[in-house]
């Protein structure tokens, strides 16, 4: 078959699904390009989890995608698997669109499956039709090189074996295979953007401009290849001053910063910004600090605290190393009350080996650390005295002396 072959050479070009031994998740829908998907892949030898998700939101016609869907899974001997949702309430709950809403819990529901599956990816059937809908809109809300070169063949665990298909090609395949769909009815309103460039939009331009779909094709495939190099030569440090030295500098911020998330609006007033700024994106976060900008990932500014160690060692033991704090033992005397938190302002610490105390924001800025750093930054108080700047500056109290009988050792892991 012309789609199985062309769907074979595309997942080896790309290197889809290289491993034989692990099942594809494939999600199965039930409409022509789902069940050709499946099709495809069976055929090509690939052993498959039919995932069918169930929305709650068009009544009979849902249920019978779901039966179509579990008939041609069994079919095609694939294992299936289906899942419902109470879509709207997720709607309500998160203030997103009903397509927003089934996006979200279909996949996060076939990442589910992969890891109880140990799948080796998430196979979904966009084709060459649906990438040119998505140049388009995102060419007329205004995009740069990465919304233009459309979806990716793979992303995230997801691939898109089908990706450089037509749809015409698509449905003559399941008319050679004698393979049947449903059809979704929602398809037909015009009441969302997608759709009125699929049924109004697109006919007209390819009517009016034959080959203008092979075209866009090839031109899609171009600007994947230029969105590449161009990622290649992009420089992997943020050096705020120097983007502001460019020839673009607003291009250039937009285009390091919006894979993590960062809007044109954000990636703009960052080049404006004064030390201390602070932007936060859905992952990651980005802070002005002496006219650096300093990302990082939202997991990386969370409150677990480091997990302290703690022994007893006799003053002829005694080898100190760096960034390990090193107290008199008679810091445990009394029973103290001793506290990890981050740091707060007007913290003071007395540092061993200077006279009197500094701030601890003059600690830190001696040190050099970023926004985030300081941020991140852990103390350890005793008795509501901070004794030290967890790795970074010890403080003058309980130093171990001549004296001292009893060394405490405290690392931070």
Same mark, same amino acid.
């Given at each position: !078959?012309?789609?199985?072959?062309k769907?074979?050479?595309?997942?080896a070009?790309?290197?889809?699904?290289?491993?034989?031994?692990?099942?594809?998740?494939?999600?199965?829908?039930?409409?022509?390009?789902s069940?050709?998907?499946?099709?495809?892949?069976?055929?090509?030898?690939?052993?498959?989890?039919?995932?069918?998700?169930?929305?709650?939101?068009?009544?009979?016609?849902?249920?019978?995608d779901?039966?179509?869907? $579990?008939?041609?899974?069994?079919?095609? %001997?694939?294992?299936?698997?289906?899942?419902?949702?109470?879509?709207?309430?997720?709607?309500?709950?998160?203030?997103?669109?009903?397509?927003?809403?089934?996006? &979200?819990?279909?996949? %996060?529901h076939?990442r $589910?499956?992969?890891? $109880?599956?140990?799948?080796?990816?998430?196979?979904? +059937?966009?084709?060459?039709?649906?990438?040119?809908?998505?140049?388009?809109?995102?060419?007329?809300?205004?995009?740069?090189?990465?919304?233009?070169?459309? !979806?990716?063949? +793979?992303?995230?665990?997801?691939?898109?074996p089908? =990706?450089?298909?037509?749809?015409?090609?698509?449905?003559?395949?399941?008319?050679?295979?004698?393979?049947?769909?449903?059809?979704?009815?929602?398809?037909? $309103?015009?009441?969302?953007?997608?759709?009125?460039?699929?049924?109004?939009?697109?006919?007209?331009?390819?009517?009016?401009?034959?080959?203008?779909?092979?075209?866009?094709?090839?031109?899609?495939?171009? =600007?994947? %290849?230029?969105?590449?190099?161009?990622?290649?030569?992009?420089?992997?440090?943020?050096?705020?001053?120097?983007?502001?030295?460019?020839?673009?500098?607003?291009?250039?911020?937009?285009?390091?910063?919006?894979?993590?998330?960062?809007?044109?609006?954000?990636?703009?007033?960052?080049?404006?910004?004064?030390?201390?700024?602070?932007?936060?994106?859905?992952?990651?976060?980005?802070?002005?600090?002496?006219?650096?900008?300093?990302?990082?990932?939202?997991?990386e500014?969370?409150?677990?605290?480091?997990?302290?160690?703690?022994?007893?060692?006799?003053?002829?033991?005694?080898?100190?190393?760096?960034?390990?704090?090193?107290?008199?033992?008679?810091?445990?005397?009394?029973?103290?009350?001793w506290?990890?938190?981050? +740091?707060?302002?007007?913290?003071?610490?007395?540092?061993?080996?200077?006279?009197?105390?500094?701030?601890?924001?003059d600690?830190?800025?001696?040190?050099?650390?970023?926004?985030?750093?300081?941020?991140?930054q852990?103390?350890?108080?005793? &008795?509501?005295?901070?004794?030290? +700047?967890?790795?970074?500056?010890?403080?003058?109290?309980?130093?171990?002396?001549?004296?001292?009988?009893?060394?405490?050792?405290?690392?931070?892991?």
């Amino acid at each position: !078959m012309d789609l199985e072959r062309k769907v074979a050479g595309f997942i080896a070009a790309e290197g889809l699904l290289p491993d034989r031994d692990r099942p594809v998740v494939v999600g199965l829908s039930g409409g022509a390009d789902s069940v050709a998907l499946l099709s495809v892949l069976r055929a090509l030898g690939f052993a498959c989890v039919a995932v069918h998700c169930h929305f709650g939101l068009r009544g009979d016609e849902a249920d019978r995608d779901m039966a179509h869907a $579990e008939s041609v899974a069994r079919s095609l %001997g694939a294992r299936f698997r289906s899942v419902r949702f109470d879509t709207r309430s997720y709607m309500r709950e998160h203030g997103v669109s009903a397509e927003m809403a089934c996006r &979200d819990l279909r996949y %996060g529901h076939f990442r $589910e499956v992969v890891a $109880e599956s140990g799948a080796q990816a998430v196979a979904v +059937a966009h084709h060459r039709d649906d990438n040119i809908e998505t140049l388009m809109l995102n060419l007329l809300r205004g995009s740069g090189i990465h919304g233009l070169r459309g !979806m990716l063949p +793979a992303h995230d665990g997801v691939v898109r074996p089908m =990706l450089e298909c037509t749809r015409d090609e698509i449905l003559e395949y399941l008319r050679s295979k004698g393979l049947d769909y449903v059809t979704d009815s929602t398809n037909a $309103e015009n009441d969302f953007s997608r759709n009125r460039l699929r049924n109004v939009v697109l006919p007209v331009l390819y009517r009016e401009f034959p080959g203008a779909g092979d075209a866009i094709g090839r031109t899609l495939s171009h =600007l994947r %290849g230029n969105e590449t190099l161009y990622n290649s030569l992009l420089p992997t440090a943020i050096d705020l001053p120097a983007i502001k030295r460019s020839a673009a500098p607003a291009t250039l911020i937009h285009e390091l910063l919006s894979p993590m998330g960062f809007n044109s609006s954000q990636t703009e007033a960052m080049l404006s910004a004064s030390s201390g700024a602070t932007f936060v994106s859905a992952t990651h976060r980005a802070d002005i600090s002496r006219g650096e900008l300093e990302v990082s990932l939202l997991s990386e500014n969370d409150d677990r605290p480091p997990r302290l160690t703690c022994r007893h060692i006799a003053p002829g033991n005694f080898s100190p190393r760096e960034g390990v704090l090193y107290l008199d033992a008679a810091a445990l005397d009394g029973c103290p009350r001793w506290e990890l938190r981050h +740091a707060a302002p007007g913290d003071r610490i007395r540092p061993f080996g200077m006279k009197g105390s500094r701030l601890m924001s003059d600690v830190f800025a001696s040190a050099r650390l970023s926004a985030p750093q300081k941020r991140r930054q852990w103390v350890l108080v005793r &008795d509501g005295v901070i004794l030290w +700047a967890v790795g970074l500056r010890a403080s003058a109290h309980f130093p171990v002396t001549s004296a001292t009988t009893e060394i405490l050792e405290i690392e931070a892991l």
